[in-house]
């Protein structure tokens, strides 16, 4: 593994792992009234778009944050749909 994957996959891990605390924080309380709808809507769509390119480019570091962070994005939108 060369350099440039490691830094991309510490960057995925970061940004990934930042949000970790406010989907847990969401599913646990399923208070999202700090989270504007719009931005959760466009977030999560730009998130699916970096996964597909992720895939496309083929970037594993790109595709896997984005993926998971997919997962912790449609969690916390899902919560502000239906609890709002």
């Known amino acids: 593994m060369n350099t440039v994957t490691i830094i991309g996959y510490l960057a995925a891990f ?10 847990v ?3 646990r309380t399923k ?5 504007s709808l719009p931005m959760y809507c466009f977030f999560t769509a730009g998130t699916l778009l970096w996964l597909i ?3 496309m480019a083929p ?3 790109v595709a896997v944050a984005n993926a998971i962070t997919l997962i912790f994005a449609s ?3 899902t919560y502000k ?3 709002k």
């Open 14 to 23: 970061g940004t990934t792992v930042s949000f970790l605390p406010q989907a």
């Open 25 to 27: 924080k969401t599913i």
């Open 31 to 35: 208070d999202t009234s700090g989270i």
């Open 53 to 55: 390119y992720g895939l």
């Open 59 to 61: 970037s594993l570091p």
């Open 75 to 77: 969690a916390i939108l």
């Open 81 to 83: 749909i239906k609890y």
